[in-house]
Structure formats: C-alpha cells, structure tokens
T-cell receptor, first 114, second 114 residues
Framework: DTEVTQTPKHLVMGMTNKKSLKCEQH?????MYWYKQKAKKPPELMFV???????INESVPSRFSPECPNSSLLNLHLHALQPEDSALYLC?????????????FGEGSRLTVL | AQSVTQLDSHVSVSEGTPVLLRCNYS??????LFWYVQHPNKGLQLLLK??????LVKGINGFEAEFKKSETSFHLTKPSAHMSDAAEYFC????????????FGAGTRLAVHP
C-alpha cells in the first residue's frame, strides 16, 4: 500500500465552525506533513511531525491545530477560520525526516470557508 | 540559500511532440533536485530526483532530466507528449540541514493539444 488517504475530499465550513481534516498512511513512514496550496501556487509547508512529535511549525496561526495520534494518523483541527484560509490542504509522508526529498502526497482536502 | 526558478509558467505542445520544462537552481553546494507532477485536483507525485549520482536522471512515464552544473539547470524533458501529461510540474530543491523541507518553484502548467 503506497497511498496517503485524506478525508474529507471537500469541506465547506463557516467561520465559527470546528472541523477536522484527517490523513492516514500505512507505509510505516515516520514523518508526516501538512501543506497548504492556494490556487495556481505551489504548496506551502505548515507542519512536520517526526516520530509522532511536532518538529516544524511554519508560524501557522493557532486556528490550525495539528495532531498526530499515532504513526499512521495525522489530523488538522480547524477552528474560527477566515475566508482566506480556503485552499487545498495536502498531507504527505516520508520514511523519515531526512535528506531524501521523497514525499508521498495524498490527493488533498479542498476547504472552503464561508 | 537554495532556490529554484521555473522559466515558463505555461507550456503548450501538441501530442507526440517533445516536451521541455525549464528549471534553474541557485545553491552554494551540490543540491538535491526533484521534479514533482500534480494532475488536476490531485496530490503531487515524484517524477524523478537528482542526488549527485548520474547527471541524466530517468523518471516515471518517460520523463528525464539532466543536471548541468555549468548552467545551473535541471530541465525536464520527454521525447513525445501524451494527453495524460497535461498537469502542473514543480521543480524542487531541498535545503541543507537534513530535512525534507521542500523548496518549490512556481510551477509550469503543461497543456497538451491533440
């Protein structure tokens, strides 16, 4: 299984809602990532988890809260988002957080904030 | 600091003709370079990588890239375009420090016409 599975594929939420994005991989990878991608732009790194611990937070606003319950799962909790947070949120994984550059990406969750 | 510049934001070719997507890099050391592809409404997929072994790198789906240090280039080519090659292509470098913190180019959108 070489897949990274993201749910839901589409999410519409109001600015006062609380929702979560979920990411799952069963490749035994020990590093997992959240990226944000706006239309016609490259992905931007948000968070990196290595061995289930947060290792990189790219100064992301606290309305985005990541969680790594185990080595296969990565969540992104969303609260009090703004319309400008509407984007494609991509999850990725790699065998470990090392100098390889080879990431496996999910298909993304497309978020719309009204 | 490392960076990559993709010289064309859009490239349009006819099916069966060659593809050339251009990427220049800036790095103070021998970089690790990658090409990722993103099909519409999909996640990213690694096409190929250069990590200081052979300068001509072969990837998936008939793509290849040549690392040219003298020109600081890592252009992506394919002899014959297929309709399924229509996608966004990102040239990527990873920084020193041993982390999978991908530095993306702005992307090149490849259109393939019948």
């Amino acid at each position: 299984d070489t897949e990274v599975t993201q749910t839901p594929k589409h999410l519409v939420m109001g600015m006062t809602n609380k929702k979560s994005l979920k990411c799952e991989q069963h490749m035994g990878h020990r590093a997992m990532y959240w990226y944000k991608q706006k239309a016609k732009k490259p992905p931007e790194l948000m968070f990196v988890y290595s061995y289930e611990k947060l290792s990189i937070n790219e100064s992301v606003p606290s309305r985005f809260s990541p969680e790594c319950p185990n080595s296969s799962l990565l969540n992104l909790h969303l609260h009090a988002l703004q319309p400008e947070d509407s984007a494609l949120y991509l999850c990725a994984s790699s065998p470990q957080e090392t100098y390889t550059g080879e990431l496996f990406f999910g298909e993304g969750s497309r978020l719309t904030v009204l | 600091a490392q960076s990559v510049t993709q010289l064309d934001s859009h490239v349009s070719v006819s099916e069966g003709t060659p593809v050339l997507l251009r990427c220049n890099y800036s790095s103070s050391y021998s970089p690790s370079l990658f090409w990722y592809v993103q099909h519409p409404n999909k996640g990213l997929q690694l096409l190929l990588k250069y990590t200081s072994a052979a300068t001509l790198v072969k990837g998936i789906n008939g793509f290849e890239a040549e690392f040219k240090k003298s020109e600081t280039s890592f252009h992506l080519t394919k002899p014959s375009a297929h309709m399924s090659d229509a996608a966004e292509y990102f040239c990527v470098v990873i920084p020193s420090g041993g982390y999978n913190k991908l530095i993306f180019g702005a992307g090149t959108r490849l259109a393939v016409h019948p």
